[in-house]
C-alpha cells in the first residue's frame, strides 16, 4: 500500500498528465521537447514536520517541484500558456481527490536556455505545495 506521500505525487502526476504537455514524473530531460510542452514531476523536499501529539499528527508542507520546459520560434507565448494551464489544473482540485489538504503553485523563474543548433528552450522550475498530514512520517 502507498505511502500518503506517494499517493499525494502520483494524483499530482495524474492532474499534470490531463494538461496537452507531455507529463513525466522524475526522468531526464528528453533529448527532444514535444511541440506542446514538457512537464517533469519532482518528489521535491518533505521539510521538517509541524508534529501534534495524541494521537502523532505529521503536518508537512511538501515542496515538489514541476520543470516547465517549451520550445520553439513563439515559446513565450507558448510557456506563458503552459504555466496557466498548470495553475488551471491545480485549481481546479485543490485537494486532489480529497487526499491533500491544500496544493498551491509559486511563480515561476523562468529563464531561456541556448541550444546549438537548434531554438532556445524556455524552461522554469514551478515549486508545487503539497500540505498534508499523516500518523507517521515514514508511512
Known amino acids: 500500500m502507498p ?14 498528465s ?8 522524475g526522468d531526464v530531460l528528453p533529448e527532444r521537447v514535444p511541440p506542446d510542452g514538457l512537464l517533469i514531476l ?11 501529539l495524541s494521537p502523532p499528527a505529521y503536518h508537512y508542507q ?9 520550445q520553439g520560434a513563439d515559446r513565450d507565448a507558448a510557456f506563458d500558456a503552459l504555466c496557466a494551464s498548470i495553475g488551471t489544473a491545480i485549481a481546479a482540485d485543490r485537494t486532489l481527490g480529497g487526499i491533500c ?3 498551491e503553485a509559486e511563480a515561476p523563474r523562468p529563464v531561456d536556455l541556448p541550444v546549438e543548433g537548434a531554438a532556445s528552450l524556455k524552461v522554469a ?8 498530514t499523516t500518523a507517521d ?3
Open 3 to 16: 505511502t500518503p506521500r506517494e499517493t499525494i505525487l502520483t494524483a499530482l502526476h495524474a492532474r499534470l
Open 18 to 25: 490531463t494538461l496537452p504537455a507531455t507529463a513525466l514524473r
Open 42 to 52: 519532482r518528489d521535491g523536499e518533505p521539510g521538517e514536520p509541524e508534529v501534534t
Open 62 to 70: 511538501h515542496r515538489a517541484e514541476v520543470e516547465a520546459v517549451v
Open 101 to 103: 489538504d491544500w496544493v
Open 125 to 132: 522550475i514551478i515549486p508545487v505545495i503539497l500540505h498534508y
Open 137 to 139: 512520517p515514514l508511512g
